[in-house]
């Protein structure tokens, strides 16, 4: 099971914690919708932003979240192989 969550209404005029709840659903810009997993925690978010998002009960399963290096250790493997590239050269 998966919840469908999509932003209905803008957020501007929203606090803080109410953008930094519509961040961690994964919502960006007005409209866009977003496929998480049925869990506690997203309906605790979904729950406090209610007045902002649409929330729709769907049977296909949630896709895995991608996994991101740091922007500093991708930084440093970029450096690594460009001083390896100057080396042989």
Known sequence: MAIKVKL???FAGASEDM???IRGLGLKKF???RLLKDTPANRGM???VKHLVSLEKV???APAPK???ARKI????RARARNEAQAKA
Not at 74 to 77: E, M, Q, S, Y
């Open 74 to 77: 991708v930084a440093r493997d």
């Open 31 to 33: 409209g866009e919708e």
């Open 19 to 21: 953008l930094a709840t």
């Open 67 to 69: 996994r991101r290096k």
């Open 59 to 61: 049977s296909q399963e």
């Open 46 to 48: 979904v729950f406090k």
């Open 8 to 10: 209905t209404k803008s």
